[in-house]
């Protein structure tokens, strides 16, 4: 199984942007989506966004046109754009395989935190 690391939060201020990445401990290849997930304090985990193996991405409506996701495959690497960052983007995010995230069998490492405050 190829796990998933996630790395790039931090504290940015309303409008801001930050790069998330998702690093891959094998070939990113052998996962059909990957999706960015965030948690904030209080709430259920939610889908942020996703990528296909082909290329095909999806997005929250709450998301869409600011943030992009991408994959490197050379890097084994998923990639979360966020631009126009504001205070309710304030969460942990996390990257998982998106399939096993519907069959229930997935692990979630710790995530990276994302704080939009002035």
């Known amino acids: 199984q190829v796990h998933l690391v996630e790395s790039g939060g931090g504290l940015v201020q309303p409008g801001g942007s930050l790069r998330l990445s998702c690093a891959a401990s094998g070939s990113i290849r052998s996962i059909s989506a990957v999706g960015w997930y965030r948690q904030a304090p209080g709430k259920q985990r939610e889908l942020v966004a996703r990528?296909?193996?082909?290329?095909?991405?999806n997005y929250a409506d709450s998301v869409k046109g600011r943030f992009t996701i991408s994959r490197d495959n050379a890097k084994n690497t998923v990639y979360l754009q966020m631009n126009s960052l504001k205070p309710e983007d304030t969460a942990v995010y996390y990257c998982?395989?998106?399939?096993?995230?519907?069959?229930?069998?997935?692990?979630w490492g710790q995530g990276t935190q994302v704080t939009v405050s002035s």
């Open positions: 990528i296909t193996s082909s290329g095909i991405t």
């Open positions: 998982n395989d998106n399939l096993r995230v519907i069959l229930g069998t997935a692990y």
